[in-house]
């Protein structure tokens, strides 16, 4: 019971490592049509949808559908993060249980 929880965290930190990679790269290239536009908008806009909505797209209408996408996997990825992080500190919690004492 031991090693298979053991496993299944150090499987968990790979998959935490490989969800932050690919996200960095989606959100960097959403990131980098968005600087070449011009695009202006906070933090508040991208957990905000009715705010952005409002705000922020009527004024670059031609950019939407690259704010939309960038807007999108910024909050997928910190879902994805969150729930990685709290299956870890769930996992880990059971471990301390499940302990060889040595």
Do not use: C, W
Not at 52 to 57: I, P, Q
Not at 63 to 75: G, Y
């Amino acid at each position: 019971m031991y090693y298979f929880l053991v496993s299944i965290i150090v499987g968990l930190v790979i998959a935490s490592l490989f969800v932050n990679v690919y996200f960095r790269v989606k959100v960097m290239k959403a990131y980098k049509k968005l600087v070449q536009a011009n695009v202006d908008f906070g933090t508040v806009h991208i957990f905000n949808k009715k705010r952005l909505e409002k705000e922020v797209l009527p004024r670059y209408p031609k950019s939407k559908e690259d704010i939309l996408t960038f807007v999108n996997h910024i909050q997928y990825s910190i879902k994805m993060g969150t729930f990685i992080v709290f299956l870890i500190t769930a996992f880990g919690m059971v471990l301390m249980y499940y302990r060889f004492d040595y």
